[in-house]
Every structure is written in C-alpha cells, then in structure tokens.
C-alpha cells in the first residue's frame, strides 16, 4: 500500500522537479525525489506524519520531499522552490500541499487510558464519542484489572499473579455501540474466543526483576487493547473507519480518529456498484445477488464499462445471449348450478328423560359436489314444539328466543327466510343439526333449507418459454414473485446457487370468491379464503409465477484477414538487432510485400542493483505469551529475547543508508540479505518439534 501511495506521488511532484531535456538528468531528478521520499517515509512514524495527516485532515501539508514543496493557491501546482514558484504564480504560494481527502478524520472517537496497578496490572479507563459529533458521551472505567492483555479483550487474575484467572472479550451492543466487556469461557473442545494473548504483570517476569511489562512495551499494549476495543466496534457498525492513532507514551493514552462513513456525503453518486459496500461485513450472502443486479443494470446503461464490453464486436463475434421469461397466472371460470334444497324433521320426540326440559339433535347433511360454491343460503321454514336451535358446521345459524327459558308450549310454525353465510357451506359434506328442547311428555321439529350454488374450477395460464439453441448453456437464472420484483437467484455463472426460493404467495379475486394462491416450485395450490378449501391447479417441476433465465450460446467469429499484419509482424521479430550499448535497434519491415530498413535510437538505461537494499536490525522484547493453559513466565527462566526485522535501506548521497528506530540496533548493513536458509532451518525444527509433540499425546 505504501509503495502505491508513494508512485501516485512521485507522478504528482516529478513536474515540481523541472523536465530536463537530458536523459541522464532527467533519471538524476527521479532518483533524487524518490530518495527523499524514502527518507521521510521510511518508518512508521514517517507515514503518518508524511502521508497520513495530510490526507486526513485540514491543519498538516503534504511535503514528502527533504527539501520543501511549494503550491500555487490559483492552479493548484507544486514546485520545488518558492523563486519558481513565485515566477509562475499570480498570488503568494504556500509552503505544502493541501492534499486533504474528501472526508477528513473527525475529531477523536475513542481514548483508551491505562493505569498501572502495584502487582504490575493494569485499569482501564474508556472514553467514546458514539455520535461522532466531537465530544465524547460514554466512560467507562473497567472495574476488572488486566493482568493479561489479548487481541481481542483481557485477561484478569488475581492482582499480581496468574491464579483464578478469568477471561473477557470486547464487544459493543445497540446501535450506538457502546463498547462492553463480557466474561467468555472454553468451550466443550478446549477452545478459548480470544486471540493473541500475553501476560503484562509481575507474574510474567520470572526473575522478579520487573514489577510489569507494561513500561517495555506502553505502544504494543496500548495497541492492543485499543485495536481490541475498535475491532468490536466496528463488528457491529462497519460503517466506522479509523483515519488516524495517535499513542502518548507519557500518559499512557492512546486516540483514535475516524468517521461514520454512512454520515458523509460524497461528492456524486459512484458510477457503478453499491453506495455503501461496508454492508457485506454482515451480509456477505447478498453480495453475490446484488453483484448479478448490478451486471444486469449496468448491461442496459449504454456509458458503463460492462455494457461496452459486451457490446463490442470482439464479444458478440464469439458469443450470443439468450433471453427468456416464464410467467404464470391463474383463472377461473364459473357458472351457476342447480340449487340445493333439503329439511331434517321429527314429528313425534318423546321426552324420556325424566326431567322436564330436555334437548333431542336431529342431525343432516348437506353434500356439495366438488368445484360448487354456496353463492347464497337461506332457512327457508321451521316448526318446533317447544323450542329449536340449529347449527351447520357447529355455527348456530337459527335459535328460538325462548330458547334460554324454554317451557311447554303448542307448535310454533315460521317462515323467516333467514340468509345463512354461503362461507359456512363448504365443498363436500356439511353437518346441520337441529336441537329441539322439549319441555313437554312430546315435541317436534322441522328444519328447511335452500342454497343456491355456482359450479367454479382454476386453471393455469403460461405466457413466455425458454427454446434455446442445442448449444446453449444456461447462465443465469432467478425465480421471483409475480411482479418479477422480489427474485431468488438461482444460477450464476452457470452454477447452481444453492439458493432455494420460499412460495411465492398472492391473493387472487374471482367472481364468487377470494383465493390465495401459492407458487412452490413442484406445485401452485389456491385455498379459497372463504370456505379454506385447497385446490391442487398444477404439479410438476419449474412452477413458479415468474422465471428469468440467460444462456450464453457460442457465435460464429467474424473471419479477420491478418496475413499482412503476420507477415510484417514476423519480419519485425526476426530482423530485431540492437547494438553493444543498447542505443540503437535495427529491424527490417515488410509492408505491400517489400523490405524496408530502419533504426530506432534509444537512451541508454542506468544500472540497477540486483536486488532491493535492505538492512536487518534487532530490537528487545519480551515473551510472555499466555493461554487457558498458563503463561511463559510460569516456566521459562528468562522471558527476555530480541525481535529482527528487514527494513528497505535509502540511499542519500549516493550511500545507502539503514534508518533505524529508538531502540533498534543493526544486525546486518545495507546489503542484499537473503535469509532464506535460515527459514527453511527453522521450518525443519518446527516439522521435527511436532512429531515428538505427537508421540508424546499417544
């Protein structure tokens, strides 16, 4: 990534430098501006003071170059020095480049502070601005001691030690993602959710000689708890994006910048792909659905790439697409049918149950044929003695008022013409009761009933199919609803997704009834929404409302007459010569079939090394990695070791020089290093060690 930064700014200051007319000076003023590049990018710290802060917010310049750079406010452009740029400049140039990218870091939305505790643990203390707004809402102080620092949370023993220790874990919770810190345990295998641990108080140091590691390594700790606390953060809101860390080893404090990347607004619209990629964090599924939308959009904007591509002569002389739709409806047809009329009766119920009152059912049964329809119901007549109720499917349709003080009476003899609710009757059978409480030594009923009825079937319609030429293979295919716009995709690339669409459901009117009809794939059922009868319209394979499918058919090429271009092409290739210091190349075209000499004259190139510069150099550290199993401070004697690093040397004054960092001693100067036997020894160990692991488990 640093090398990419720094090509885009040698691009950017080789004009401030002055184009040469020579060759040779030309190459100088290149290697001399990449020097100083390399000078004050060549550590971290150089980066982010060089790179970084300018590009991320309003107060530091861009000035890469040991000597300083100057802009022109009114065009914008860089010079290497204020006499030629105050020569080519109408107002007063500035020292710097405001090279500040769209949204620069906001004000800090995370403090981390670390407090050293007396057995060499430490507390700590959060601060957080959730909001982004620049001020911080949220603090936290930690109420565990971290006795134990991981990538991802801590770990707390009692103070000073590595006993009954227990583990935490980073996380953040709501939208706001307040940052917590939650107790997590091994699981059932012996697998522990936190990563990159290692001791830091006096537990760690076996020979007594330090109180913590903390003061060896504020930065390393410091990172990790911040990177841990950012880390969960944004595993909730990828939407947050750091831009900058500042660590102040004096207060034991480390700050991060950034930005709600959701928050901002760009400048205009991205051209092509999705607004806010950061989504597929979480749902990285969808990214594949949506990528297939995107193409599909982008095929029918005539100004995108994709549409180019595949519309250009090279593509469509080899291969051809081939588009299909399948859709699918339902009808109905109905008419009205013969009407149904029927009565249930008892003339002469005796009352044998030697109380006064007591209720007799007389039971029927109305029968519909299969596809008929109650369209209107009525009772028609009724006579009882004493009193009558009457249910059809257990809904009481009719009661007598007395009914709840039912007593001896004489016949009682109606015509109400009561309309019933054609819902109640369904296809098939229905059960009608008549319940007659007779109040006397005898009674009677008689129930009448009449029910107009249409005769209505479903059918399915197809509009559309898919005939694909023999040699065409299917590409993509995606099933949907019955507007074609909630879709499943089902192949990509001419692969199966796997993905299997849920029925697709609608509801549909006819003219005697509501239905909701399903599409699953192997069958389109409709359930009538008044009576809840299922019908079976089709069973098969591919029934769906709406299928979209594209195959990729091969094309006959456009035959291209390329003798003359392959003729010439070859002459070129086997008539190249160049002389003995590069500068001139000789050759012999063949153009309409005749010879024809010429030369080219070319610069001579510098020498190059064979190899990138680089220097090793070795810094202290310590060892006190830890896990459930205990740390290394429990049973190695010395913890002290030392870290190697390879660094890329820069060459000032034409000497090649090894930058290093506080603390860093160099191993191996500026050559070209190659430790590669060393790795492969070192890779021989580890296989040996593993083995005698193994053994010592059987």
């Known amino acids: 990534m640093r090398k990419l930064i720094l090509i885009s700014f040698i691009m950017f200051l080789l004009p401030s430098a002055g184009w040469s007319d020579d060759f040779d000076d030309a190459g100088q003023v290149g290697r001399d501006v990449g020097s100083q590049i390399n000078q004050k990018t060549g550590t971290s710290a150089g980066i982010n003071d060089t790179l970084a802060k300018p590009l991320t917010s309003e107060g530091t310049k861009l000035n890469p170059l040991i000597d300083n750079v100057y802009q022109c406010p009114t065009d914008n452009r860089a010079y290497s020095d204020l006499p030629t740029c105050t020569s080519n400049c109408s107002t007063a140039c500035m020292s710097g480049v405001n090279a500040r990218i769209q949204f620069p870091s906001s004000e800090s939305f995370l403090e981390v502070n670390i407090v050293p505790q007396s057995g060499g643990d430490i507390r700590v203390y959060i601060q957080q601005d959730t909001d982004f707004d620049g001020t911080f809402n949220q603090s936290y102080f930690i109420s565990q001691i971290a006795s134990g620092v991981c990538g991802n949370g801590i770990i707390s023993c009692d103070p000073g030690t590595w006993n009954n220790c227990r583990y935490f874990e980073w996380s953040s919770t709501g939208t706001t993602s307040n940052i917590t810190l939650n107790e997590v345990f091994q699981t059932s295998d012996g697998v522990l959710p936190l990563g990159g641990c290692y ?239 007779i109040c006397g030594p005898t009674g009677s009923v008689n129930v009448e009933y009449l029910i107009e009825t249409v005769y209505e079937t479903s059918g399915m319609t197809i509009s559309g199919g898919c005939s694909p030429p023999a040699d065409c293979k299917l590409y993509s295919e995606k099933i949907c609803d019955e507007n074609g716009a909630t879709c499943v995709n089902t192949y990509a690339n001419f692969i199966p997704t796997k993905f299997k669409p849920y029925p697709f459901c609608r509801t549909i009117s006819s003219s005697y009834d509501t239905y909701t009809a399903c599409a699953s794939g192997d069958r389109i059922t409709t359930s009538s929404n008044a009576s809840g009868e299922v019908t079976d319209v089709a069973a098969g394979t591919d029934l769906w409302w709406y299928i979209s499918r594209t195959y990729k058919c091969p094309a006959t090429a456009t035959p291209q007459d390329l003798g003359d271009s392959l003729q010439r092409t070859q002459s070129l290739q086997n008539s190249l010569t160049a002389n003995d210091t590069s500068t001139e190349i000789t050759y012999t075209d063949n153009i309409n079939g005749s010879p024809v000499s010429g030369s ?20 202290a550290a310590t060892s006190s990695d830890a896990n459930p199993t205990g740390q290394q401070g ?65």
């Not at 009329?341 to 109305?366: L, W």
């Not at 070319?602 to 810094?619: F, I, L």
């Not at 860093?664 to 500026?670: F, G, L, S």
């Open 199 to 437: 001791a830091i108080n006096a537990s760690a140091d076996p020979t007594h000689s330090r109180t913590s590691l903390v003061f060896g390594d504020i930065n390393g700790v410091l990172r990790s708890i911040g990177g841990g606390i950012v880390g969960a953060i944004q595993s909730t809101d990828p939407h947050c994006a750091v831009t900058q860390v500042d660590i102040d080893q004096d207060n034991m404090r480390v700050t991060y910048y950034g930005q709600l990347v959701g928050s901002t607004t760009p400048p205009g619209s991205p051209p092509d792909g999705s607004p806010n990629p950061e989504q597929y964090y979480k749902h990285s599924a969808q990214m594949e659905a949506d990528a297939l939308t995107e193409i599909t959009t982008q095929m029918g904007n005539p100004d995108s790439m994709t549409y180019l591509h595949n519309s250009s002569p090279g593509t469509q002389d080899s291969i051809n697409y081939y588009n299909c739709i399948i859709t699918r409806d339902i009808t109905f047809t109905g008419a009205p049918s013969a009407p149904i009329s029927g009565s249930i009766q008892n003339s002469s119920i005796v009352n044998s149950s030697g109380t006064p009152c007591a209720v007799y059912p007389i039971a029927g049964y109305i029968t519909l044929p299969p596809n008929h329809k109650a369209s209107q119901a009525w009772i028609t007549n009724v006579s009882y003695e004493d009193c009558l109720q009457v249910t059809i499917n257990n809904a009481t349709v009719y009661m007598s008022p007395a009914w709840s003080a039912c007593s001896d009476t004489t016949l009682t003899s109606l015509s109400p013409m009561q309309p019933l609710s054609p819902s109640l009757i369904r296809s098939g059978t229905n059960t009608i009761i008549a319940y007659a409480n």
């Open 600 to 619: 080219i004259q070319v610069h001579s190139q510098p020498d190059y090394d064979d190899c990138e510069m680089v220097c090793k150099v070795r810094a």
């Open 634 to 698: 429990e049973y190695l004697r010395d913890i002290d070791t030392a870290q190697d690093s390879f660094k890329a040397c820069n060459l000032v004054s034409g000497s090649w020089h090894c930058a290093t960092e506080s603390g860093e001693t160099v191993v191996d100067d500026c050559q070209c290093l190659n430790d590669f036997t060393d790795a492969v020894t070192s890779m021989g160990y580890l296989k040996e060690a593993s083995k005698d692991m193994i053994c010592n488990q059987q």
